[in-house]
Nanobody, 123 residues
Framework: QVQLIESGGGLVQAGASLTLSCVGVGHDFSRDPMGWFRQAPGKEREFVGV????????YYAHSVKGRFTISRDNAKNTLYLQMNSLKPEDTAVYFC????????????????WGQGTQVTVSA
């Protein structure tokens, strides 16, 4: 069974940092682009960032650029999201995804999804 398993979420104060991890199980994701999305209550799932399989190309949403860093360790089949200077508006469930088919920014184009991990940032 193919799974993406996120971890690392939690409750933090504004200005703090968190690192999310996403481990792939049952499939070698080392040749797939992988991305992070988030979804706040009552809102649509939104793009956070995407990284190419070789880590040579990384794109971020404007709202997180300069604060968040995406990285991956293909030997561990693991994707990371380092989040610094967190703001209350970053509060959401964060999802990792893999194997996009076309539009890296659209959640509809990703073939694999994790179950999500909650990040809550208090003011």
């Amino acid at each position: 069974q193919v799974q993406l398993i996120e971890s690392g979420g939690g409750l933090v104060q504004a200005g703090a940092s968190l690192t999310l991890s996403c481990v792939g199980v049952g499939h070698d994701f080392s040749r797939d682009p992988m991305g992070w999305f988030r979804q706040a209550p009552g809102k649509e799932r939104e793009f956070v960032g995407v990284i190419s399989w070789s880590s040579t190309t990384i794109y971020y949403a404007h709202s997180v650029k300069g604060r968040f860093t995406i990285s991956r360790d293909n030997a561990k089949n693991t994707l990371y999201l380092q989040m610094n200077s967190l703001k209350p508006e970053d509060t959401a469930v964060y999802f990792c995804a893999a194997d996009p088919d076309g539009d890296y920014y659209s959640p509809d184009d990703y073939g694999y999804w994790g179950q999500g991990t909650q990040v809550t940032v208090s003011a």
